[in-house]
């Protein structure tokens, strides 16, 4: 089974690039994760204009100064909505430590889904993880004395199948020897020489998998792809 957890957390989290938004009722809104592990984060996200800089002469020397300043390895505004008045902008950045941590902890158990927002107040995060290990989550974020508050928990349901025959049977072998636990009761090396295939082949099965449920999952609330 699937879950889905929304969760704020205390925006220290997100350091370095939440000083940017500190003490100035600023907001981030990422609305299309494009590539993340546990070292970097390649995201779309969506900023005012009053909250960054109405002045196109100027906005390359910004955007040299944040990267500087706060860790981000590239920034690109890709288009300006003169209406709505909003940047939408293409970040990479370094995945910030505690976030790295998590992802390295949890590895093929958790996965992070748009949309995230960024403010002053905290970083509202959405997360799909294999039901079980949803205590263990909320123990590593105690550990690490992060602030955190539960703002929806519930059971992902799909309207159809969503998966082959034999992702089916893969996922669902990988669930029933532990692969998914924290810690793990067994290791990829042993699932795959019992369904007699390789590692590899496993590994790419369990990836298109978890990719559909996530693509399915993201359709089923209407978020655009």
């Not at 196109?56 to 390895?73: A, Q, S, T």
């Not at 974020?141 to 349901?157: A, D, P, S």
């Amino acid at each position: 089974m699937i879950s889905h957890l929304t969760i704020n957390l205390n925006s220290d989290v997100a350091e370095p690039i939440s000083t940017f938004l500190k003490g100035k009722n600023k907001e981030l809104i990422i609305s299309d994760i494009i590539f993340y592990d546990c070292k970097k984060i390649v995201y779309r996200a969506r900023l005012r204009k009053s909250d960054f800089i109405d002045n196109l002469d100027k906005i390359k020397l910004k955007e040299e100064r944040i990267k500087e300043k706060y860790g981000v390895k590239y920034f690109e505004i890709i288009n300006s909505d003169s209406t709505l008045k909003m940047y939408s902008i293409l970040i990479i950045q370094n995945m910030p430590p505690l976030a790295g941590e998590l992802l390295s902890k949890f590895n093929d158990s958790v996965f992070i889904i748009p949309p995230m927002i960024l403010n002053d107040w905290g970083l509202k995060v959405n997360l799909l993880a294999i039901s079980g290990i949803l205590e263990s989550i909320q123990n590593f974020l105690q550990e690490n004395t992060i602030k955190y508050e539960v703002i929806k928990i519930g059971n992902l349901e799909f309207g159809s199948k969503v998966l082959s025959e034999r992702e089916e049977i893969i996922i669902k072998r990988a669930y029933d020897a532990g692969y998914f636990e924290q810690p793990r009761r067994n290791s990829m090396e042993n699932i795959s020489d019992n369904l007699a295939i390789t590692k590899s082949t496993f590994m790419r099965i369990l990836r298109k998998a978890e990719n559909k449920i996530i693509k399915n999952y993201l359709e089923e609330i209407g978020m655009e792809l």
